[in-house]
Each structure stands twice: as structure tokens, then as C-alpha cells.
């Protein structure tokens, strides 16, 4: 999921040394490798986030700014690196027996807690005590019930033990590994630490203003080294246009970019001088999800009439302006875990016409719109403010639904409440939204029926036993050729069912102000070895005071 808030931003802890109101003016960098270039401390990285965090404890969390800012502050036993193979990160090695059934990690020995307490195998031992708690309010529970054992062997070994093989074993300890000495014997759920967090990542936490701004500084002591960039801004706009007037100002120096921002309103030597470009394909989809409990929504032919109507090529050409691809499922196209061959729905709109009778529905009364046991066919599709690309898909899909007899309304609202007032209490009849894809392909916490519960992330309530039984059959082998007969089912299924129209894979097309060196792009995106970035010493221009 993303980003979100408000244009304000006073810093009272920085000071701002070389902002110019006017905009930038173009100017030549030192190349890399000259000594002009050479890394340096020092500088602050200001972002733009449409939407703000919700809770900085990751265990809690359920919105991509917290875990982006979260995991800036605490650390896995494990991570990802550039070329998306699993690497230690708490833990500096580890141990798989022959069976798959047991791990046991090596963890690194003097990492501090931000405020100074060393960490020890006990803070993971609380960790997944913590998340397996039934009293804790978190999705992410799933994957720790498969341990059988968890235990302490010493203050830097930990030992889990698993009843059945288990594929996202290893990966599922990449959670936020969270302080027992501030944590146990109190209520995670009312703790401080959720906006004032405490962790041992390469950032510790300064200030957060809602709506305004997150403040992080980077730790000196941090076990990797010291970060080069002193400190961390998240802005909260929630609106892309402002933020690129923000970005165009030098007001912030990275944002993800709209297609049309990249294609055409940075194609100028303004921007070409002062800033670096980047596109890859991402790591996330956009869907228009349908709460299923809706009895609009419970008929497959329904489901699959909308399919028929929306043309998803239009969506791609003219609001992504190409810079993505159709999506089928909940995959990345050329992973492995992908299925090109599902059913797939062309835009034939006679074809939508015909499901929607065959149905029940008719258009009674002549007045353009569909009806059944006197009941018009309309619904409302909401999302999320301060995102022009799926305010523009949703226009598109009201106007090719109009023309088949559905009646549509659109309805933009505030990211937190958008999340916590209509996503977790069910409270919508249909959304535009996105998943990050995870690289782990395991689809237990968005697609398994037990996971429909609030603030759980299955929240269009979708059941399918066949389904349930593959996500937890293709959970419990280390057969790749296995598992990704399962998910190949699996994608079968969706496609058939339309729980979600599967609308498309963008472009990531983040930004990044030229001043900033060491951005590497790989297999991962960017932003991987964000602790190496660095300024030059004479092209810096904010000071982070601690």
C-alpha cells in the first residue's frame, strides 16, 4: 500500500541554509570520482509522501508510509539485498537443518537500541510473542504460528522449530525485531513507541507532526556505519501536483513521479540539470477490489461483466501514458511465481452486456441504467486523496461502466481516514488501491479467508476453499516447481472469480535531486543501500541539528 497529508513544514530542529523560493537554477555537479565528489557526512533528504504513518511499531502497522519509515528504524534478522537474495541483517548467519524444520540464527553481537540498551536474543523471543498474542491487532501473525518452538540459547543464538516445512520460514524473520526492555508486560497497542519509536536501524526517530512531517537522524553507532545522510524529512502533501511544485522549488529532493510529470514536465534542462530519473518496472499493482459481502457484488458474472467493460489498455496508454502493463494477478510479470496464461478479459463491452442479463439485470425502465427486483445498479468507488492516476482510472471505469448500464460514483478520501474509517471497518462498496508485491510470492495474509477480520488485509472478504487449501499447500514445501504449480492455480482462480479487477503493474518513476550520489538501481529498485548515499561537502545545503 503508499503515502499522504498536509503542505506544512516549519523545521524548528533544522535549518535551512540554501533553499531558493524561485526554483532551482540549473547547475553542473561535481562528476563522480572526482575528489570534488568525494562522500561526505552531512545533509538532510527531504521526500514527499502523500499520506502519513499510522503507527511507526511495524507489528501494528498496515500502510507502506509506516513500514517505509518503520523499517528505517528497526531491523529483521534478515533482509533482502539489490538482487532480492535473502542476506542477514540482526542476524549474521544462520543454520537450516537437512528437514527444513529448524532455524537457528547467529545474531550480531553489541548492536544498541536507540537508547542505548544492548540487543540480545530476548528481543526476538518477545517479538514473536508479542505478534503471536491473540490480544495483538496484527496482520502479520500467520506466519509466526507455524513455529512450533521458539527459544533463547543464549543471548545472541535463537532457535525456531517449525511442525511442518514451512517456504517463508527463513524470510518471515525480516519482521521489525522490537525492544522487550520498553515493550513487555504493557499494551503494545496504547505503547509510546508508536509514535516515538525506538529501534536499532540506521535512523532514530526525532519528531512527528501529523500531517506535517516525520523527523529522523541518523544513528552514529549504527552496525553497518554511520549513514552518510545526517538526517531524513518525510513532507506530508497530499496532492502530486503540489508536491512536484515543492519538488520544482527545491522544497523536497524526491517523490515518486506521475507519468505525466515524468514524460513531460521534467523533460526541461531545469529538471535534466538538477535531478535524476529513474523507471523500472515496480514491485506493486493497482486493483478495483469489491467488497464481496456487498450482494452487488456476490454473482461472478457480475464480477466478470465489469471485467469485459473496462478496457485496461486505456488505462495503461492513456493514464500511465505506457509506463506500465495490464495486470492479470498479484504477481509482478517475470517473476517466477507469475502466470501469463490466466483467462484474460478483452474490452468487449456486448459481452459485459450479455453477462449483466444473463444475471438478471435489465434496464426496465428505459432510463439507461440497470435494475433488478427494482433496485438500480449503482455503487460507489472510493480511494485514496492526493492520487491523480487512480482518481483518473476511476473516471475512466465510471464512464465504461455507464455504457453498460452501472451507475458510478467516485468518492476521494483523506488516507487515514480513507484506511481506518472505510478499508478496516468494511465500510465501502468497491476501491481502487494498491499492493506492494511482496518478493516472498506467499499470498496468506491478503488471500486466505481466515484473514477477513478487522484491520486484517483480506478486508473484500474473499473465500475459496481451493484457494486456501493451495496458499497453505504451496506454504508447506521448499518444491519451487511445487509451489509455483499452486500459484499457478491459484492465479487460474482469481481469474476466473474476479475478486478484484486486476487493473495494472506501473512504472516506479521515482526522482531523486542530482546532488545526492551513490543512488544505485538494481534488480530491487532503488533506495537498498539508502546508508551509502551520500552529498558532497560543497554542494550540501541543510543541517540536521541532534
Known sequence: MNL????????????FLAVAACGPKEKEYAPAGSAAAAPAYGDIMVEGSIGDASNLIPLLATDSTSHGIAGMIFNGLVKYDKDINIVGDLAESWEVS????????RLRKGVRWHDGQLFTARDVLYTYQITI????????????LKVKKAEVLDDYTFRATYAKPFAPALMSWSVGILPKHLLAGKD??????????IGTGPYKFKEWVTGQKIVLVSNPDYFEGRPFIDGYILRIIPDT????????????????????????????????SNYNKFR?????????????????????????????????EEIVDGVLLGLGKPATGPYKPGTWAYNPNVRTYSYDPAKAKALLTEAGWKDADGDGVLEKEGRPFAFEIITNQGNEVRAKCAEIVQRRLAEVGIRVKIRVVEWAAFVNDFINKRKFDATILGWTIPMEPDLYDVWHSSKTGPEELNFVSFKNEEVDALIVKARETFDQALRKRCYDRIQEILAEEQPYLFLYVPDALPIVHARFRGVETAPIGIGWNFIKWYVPKAEQKLVMTR
Open 4 to 15: 499522504h497529508a498536509r503542505l506544512i513544514f516549519i523545521a524548528s530542529a533544522i535549518l
Open 98 to 105: 537437512p528437514d527444513g524444520l529448524v532455524i537457528t540464527f
Open 133 to 144: 498474542d491473540p490480544r495483538t491487532p496484527t496482520a502479520y501473525a500467520g506466519d509466526f
Open 188 to 197: 503494545i497497542t496504547t505503547s509510546p513507541l508508536g509514535r516515538r519509536p
Open 241 to 272: 501536483a503540489t508536491m512536484f511544485l515543492e519538488l520544482r522549488a527545491n522544497g523536497i529532493d524526491r517523490m515518486g513521479l506521475t507519468p505525466l510529470q515524468f514524460t513531460r514536465q521534467t523533460e526541461n534542462n531545469l529538471f535534466r
Open 280 to 312: 523500472y518496472l515496480s514491485f506493486a499493482y493497482t486493483y478495483l477490489g469489491y467488497n464481496l459481502k456487498n450482494p452487488l457484488f456476490t454473482d461472478k458474472r457480475v464480477r466478470q461483466a465489469i471485467a469485459y467493460a473496462v478496457n485496461k
